[in-house]
């Protein structure tokens, strides 16, 4: 009997590949727009999970009532670049994706939101204030393993 000339494929180009599709048919199902709510009141920390909820534009919708003006922290890098691989897939090099977030405040009060930093943000760019009955738009950008910048691109009233 003769032995055909069969390649060798490695154990762990076959995980490769397997990761990469697993990556591609998580890309073809992950929502363009998504939506997340916070009742908080007073100051808060943001779940990394809000600001991936799609990977065109991720809304979170703060519906509390403020009686003062209070800050609204941003998740740790580390746990955002968690979250977006743990959508993308095994594998995935989220490392240059960039997504709008969109925080928009709805509750009752005259006060205003303050996103401010926390670990593995660069410096946050532009206004970060969201006022009463009215959102802004940002561009998340995970611009390393472990950090991530956030930049102001506009915002309005509703």
Do not use: H, K
Request: charged share 5%; hydrophobic share 50%.
């Amino acid at each position: 009997m003769a032995i055909r000339n069969v390649p060798f494929v490695a154990p762990n180009e076959i995980t490769s590949g397997i990761d990469a599709l697993i990556a591609t048919a998580n890309a073809a199902i992950y929502p363009v727009v998504g939506y997340a709510t916070n009742a908080s009141t007073s100051a808060a920390t943001l779940a990394a999970g809000a600001l991936v909820t799609a990977r065109g534009l991720s809304v979170i919708q703060m519906t509390g009532n403020l009686g003062a003006g209070a800050a609204l922290t941003l998740p740790l890098a580390a746990d955002v670049i968690a979250a977006l691989t743990a959508i993308l897939g095994p594998g995935s090099n989220v490392v240059g994706t960039t997504w709008r977030l969109r925080i928009a405040r709805s509750g009752t009060g005259a006060f205003a939101w303050t996103v401010t930093t926390n670990t593995g943000w660069g410096t946050l760019g532009g206004t970060m204030t969201v006022g009463q009955d009215a959102w802004r738009d940002f561009a998340v950008t995970v611009s390393s393993a472990t950090t991530c910048t956030l930049q102001n691109i506009g915002g309005g009233t509703f």
